[in-house]
């Protein structure tokens, strides 16, 4: 019985992965290019000033740390924070904008209570193992 199936498994295997994985990597590759105009929005949304912290990640595949200190038309100026160097970025050259606003309250309660429960384990563990 197993040897009538398992062809017919195999072949739709090799024909159907293929086309599964283009489908999948066109998918990805639609949302990991933004369009400038995306890009314009994230930069506007973020503001300007030292508050405005950002990572830009470019095309070249480098990342700009710092604040927005400018925005124009067709670029905008990264300061870095320690050094206050600017450095100007058109628009077409930015792959992702992420804000770094730092921690927010949610994610210091996590990583405490994930400490917490850290914590009680081991002591948990080292209790079990001195019973013996």
């Given at each position: 019985m197993l040897k009538n199936?398992?062809?017919f498994v195999v072949a739709s295997v090799l024909l159907f992965g293929p086309t599964?994985?283009?489908a999948a990597a066109g998918q990805q590759k639609n949302q990991s290019t933004p369009i400038?105009?995306?890009?314009k929005i994230k930069v506007s949304k973020l503001g300007?000033?030292?508050k405005a912290k950002a990572t830009i990640t470019l095309k070249s595949g480098a990342k700009i740390k710092g604040y927005i200190a400018r925005a124009g038309d067709d670029d905008f100026v990264v300061r870095d924070r320690k050094t206050d160097n600017p450095t100007t970025i058109r628009y077409a050259d930015v792959t992702r904008v992420e804000s770094n606003r730092g921690h927010s309250t949610a994610k210091h309660v996590g990583i405490g209570v994930g400490i917490g429960v850290g914590a009680f384990?081991?002591?948990l563990f080292i209790i079990i193992s001195h019973l013996d």
């Open positions: 199936y398992l062809p599964a994985q283009l400038v105009e995306e890009v300007v000033g030292e384990l081991a002591a």
